[in-house]
């Protein structure tokens, strides 16, 4: 597996996965395909300045991504936080990529001295997401609603400290 920096062509990548109803349903359902053109857009330029990390998840010895992880700011309770979030195409869930794509951007911000403390905020039903981030470190810091895409998600917050 590798990861590859996203490009404004890869907002297809996108658009599939936040307009999926099934990968979606966590998060209060499909977003509509301009907020998605909006934000990878944004995400892209924030990456040429360093200050977000969007990357598409590669399998070894495949040109076609199979999902995404992406580091990017975002804010909690009034206080400015870098957050980590990721999806993983159906049918190659269940295998272990996303844990393995989030160890590697975690391995990677701790080799650049990167971000400091990232935060992830997986939907208290999202066993597989609790998952990925009980594998990677993460200490969960309890249940709180969050604000996504003007809906309120029912979460777990957890982070991790990489300085």
Excluded: Y
Excluded at 43 to 67: N, Q, T, Y
Excluded at 75 to 98: C, D, K, T, Y
Excluded at 146 to 163: E, V
């Amino acid at each position: 597996m590798r990861l590859e920096m996203m490009i404004a062509e890869d907002v297809e990548l996108r658009l599939v996965t936040e307009t999926d109803p099934v990968m979606m349903a966590e998060l209060g359902g499909p977003r509509p395909p301009e907020a998605i053109e909006r934000a990878h857009t944004k995400s892209v330029a924030m990456a040429a300045e360093g200050r977000c990390w969007p990357l598409k998840v590669m399998l070894d010895g495949s040109s076609s991504a199979v999902g995404w992880v992406g580091v990017f700011e975002s804010s909690h309770e009034g206080e400015e936080i870098v957050e980590i979030g990721w999806m993983v195409l159906p049918e190659f869930q269940n295998r272990g990529i996303a844990s393995q794509a989030v160890r590697s951007v975690l391995e990677k911000a701790r080799r650049e001295r990167k971000f400091g403390r990232i935060h992830a905020f997986p939907a208290v039903k999202n066993a597989a997401s609790t998952k990925v981030c009980e594998k990677n470190g993460f200490a969960n810091l309890g249940a709180c609603d969050l604000d996504f895409a003007g809906r309120t998600l029912h979460c777990h917050h957890w982070w991790i400290d990489l300085s």
